[in-house]
């Protein structure tokens, strides 16, 4: 089993920058494809991006060209680089893990972070 915790949340004004992380510790990384979800108040969990075991990248339409997902194996870390941000971004982002090929629908993946707050202030 892995387990994942993700930081990097915060304020920030439309059209700013963060860098979410999250990192995991009882598994190697190696071993899972690893996703982005968020989840705004009142709304459906929504996928935002994944990265496949072999750093094959899959992105959201709403988030493609401004959003990147890597990841640092070595560090156990993956990343999600956050651009151009708009107050819709707005959301609790999750960390997910799974032992499998990587997928846009949550109910694919095993293992969740507890989540982080992003806010995009207008």
């Known amino acids: 089993q892995v387990q994942v915790v993700e930081s990097g949340g915060g304020l920030v004004q439309a059209g700013g920058s963060l860098r979410l992380s999250c990192a995991a510790s009882g598994r190697t990384l190696r071993d899972y494809a690893m996703a982005w979800f968020r989840q705004a108040p009142g709304k459906e969990r929504e996928f935002v991006a994944a990265i496949g075991r072999t750093s094959r990248t899959y992105g959201a339409d709403s988030v493609k060209g401004r959003f990147t997902i890597s990841r640092d194996n070595a560090k156990n870390t993956v990343y999600l680089q956050m651009n151009s941000l708009k107050p819709e971004d707005t959301a609790v982002y999750y960390c997910?893990?799974?032992?499998?090929?990587?997928?846009?629908?949550?109910?694919?993946?095993?293992?969740w972070g507890q989540g982080t707050q992003v806010t995009v202030s207008s």
């Open positions: 997910a893990a799974t032992r499998y090929d990587a997928v846009a629908v949550s109910t694919a993946y095993d293992y």
